[in-house]
């Protein structure tokens, strides 16, 4: 069985920063990453990377967020600083098999429960 879980989320102020873990269980990707979503709004992938370590982000963090991998323990990480209101959302670990990347909802195998973050201003 296939299990991903964060932790990591909580409340902060502007300009501060958290750190997003994610572990994997059950399978190894070839892809893991981070998709957030707030209220009304569509789920967006925020940053993603593979099992050599290529990398993607979003333009909306790039310079502010970085994403990691520790492929002994299976686990992701999303370092994020800089913080903003705007980022208030619910952050999602997610993984995938393609070799591809994709920014598809649909092309995302397997999903964690969430983590929240609330930057207040």
């Known amino acids: 069985q296939v299990q991903l879980v964060e932790s990591g989320g909580g409340l902060v102020q502007a300009g501060d920063s958290l750190r997003l873990s994610c572990v994997a269980s059950?399978?190894?990707?070839?892809?893991m990453g981070w998709f957030r979503q707030a209220p009304g709004k569509v789920r967006t992938l925020v940053s993603s990377i593979d099992l050599s370590g290529t990398t993607y982000y979003a333009d909306f963090v790039k310079g502010r967020f970085t994403i990691s991998r520790d492929n002994a323990k299976n686990t992701v990480y999303l370092q994020m600083n800089s913080l903003k209101s705007e980022d208030t959302a619910v952050y999602y670990c997610a993984a995938s098999t393609l070799v591809f990347g994709s920014t598809n909802i649909g092309d995302w195998r397997s999903w964690g429960q969430g983590t929240q973050v609330t930057v207040s201003s």
């Open positions: 059950g399978s190894t990707f070839y892809r």
